[in-house]
């Protein structure tokens, strides 16, 4: 047991997040993807350095309520706290998603020698899982890109009011939605041409502010279409047939594509349109149908549930006469052994007097 908090815990991993998105963020910045006036990118530093001093704060925290004899503390969702030593033997804390044996980086600091940063590092690449690291890195970049939308785009803003629509309603018009890699590589595609997903991929990581200020106009105009009732799944389209797929939950468009079946874009439109009405037809005959067959289980389990009872109840009555016979064979059995006695005692009184043998006529 740790004894940490579990407050703690999350405080710390949540400001770990905060700290690395702001980083990107800045990275961002910096290599050209996104464009900043001198106002915007000093506010953006200061919330990286704000950032950074609490992180600092909750890791001397954390490192201070650490017990000596466990150096390692999971956190939620599969991250992990570690204590270690770098080069110049000073105390430090890494804040790791772990797939792996997570006991292969444990040291007993009353035991044992402390983990050091060198061997820290040459076993993390075997601790780690890379697709779990490439949803964190995505998730960190849609954050960033949030941050950067929100700084360059400041009338979608969240204004207070006592009664407006929520976040979720109006598609987060208070702060955009994130985009996924693969939406990312998908508009590559489609909108720019490029064939390879691998290389698509490529160009939209190498120019993701312009390609995802892109997505978010195009998306701004998209008509929501149809929302799937069983996952609330959105599908919206836009005035060139795009069809985004938007996760309401997650605030998230999570891929994109063209709806083309060959013909004038009107007419491909219009095809859309006609088979949403199909699709909305055809859920409602099925909860029609989903509806009757409820009535008909229901009525079906109940006659189920009488026949059952009928067989425990003869079932019953069939171990009542197994037990009756049970009793008749026992008399039966008693009366056999009187019978056989009876008869061993003739003989053996004969056996006295009279000797039994087999005669042969010849």
């Known amino acids: 047991m740790s004894g940490i908090d579990d407050n703690l815990k999350e405080v710390l991993l949540e400001t770990k997040c905060n700290h690395d998105y702001l980083c990107l963020a800045v990275k961002l910045v910096e290599d050209g993807t996104y464009k900043l006036d001198k106002q915007q990118g000093v506010t ?177 105009s998209a008509v929501l279409l149809w929302t799937d009732p069983e996952d609330g799944t959105e599908y919206l389209m836009d005035d060139n047939n795009t069809m985004f797929v938007y996760a309401p939950k997650d605030n998230t468009i999570v891929t994109l594509f063209e709806s083309d079946f060959g013909f004038a874009k009107h007419i491909n439109r219009q095809i859309v349109l006609d088979q949403i009405r199909e699709i909305s037809k055809a859920y409602d005959d099925y909860l029609c149908c989903a509806q009757g067959h409820m009535d008909v289980q229901d009525m079906c389990q109940q006659q189920i549930q009488d026949v059952d009872n009928e067989i425990a109840a003869l079932k019953a009555q069939i171990d009542v006469l197994k037990s009756k016979k049970a009793v008749v064979t026992g008399e039966l059995d008693e009366s056999n052994k009187v019978v056989k006695a009876t008869r061993a005692r003739y003989d053996a009184e004969c056996g006295k007097v009279f000797k039994k043998f087999n005669a042969t006529m010849r």
């Open 44 to 220: 953006l530093l200061r919330k990286k350095s704000k950032a950074m001093e609490e992180l600092r704060s909750l890791t001397k925290q954390f490192l201070e309520t650490m017990p000596l004899t466990s150096n390692v503390v999971g956190l939620p969702k599969g991250w992990c706290a570690i204590r270690y030593f770098d080069g110049q033997l000073n105390m430090q804390l890494a804040i790791e998603h772990i797939a792996g044996d997570v006991d292969l980086l444990r040291r007993n600091g009353r035991e044992e020698n402390e983990l050091t940063e060198s061997v820290l590092n040459s076993l993390l690449p075997g601790l780690q899982n890379g697709e779990d690291l490439e949803d964190i890195e995505e998730e960190l970049y849609n954050r960033a890109r949030v941050e950067l939308w929100k700084l360059t785009e400041p009338e979608h803003q969240p204004e207070e009011a006592e009664d407006g629509p929520s976040e979720s309603e109006e598609y987060s018009k208070s702060r955009p939605p994130g985009i996924t890699n693969h939406a990312g590589q998908r508009y590559a595609q489609r909108r720019m041409g490029i064939p390879s997903e691998q290389r698509a991929l490529e160009h939209f990581k190498a120019n993701s502010g312009r390609i995802v200020s892109l997505i978010l106009q195009e998306f701004a």
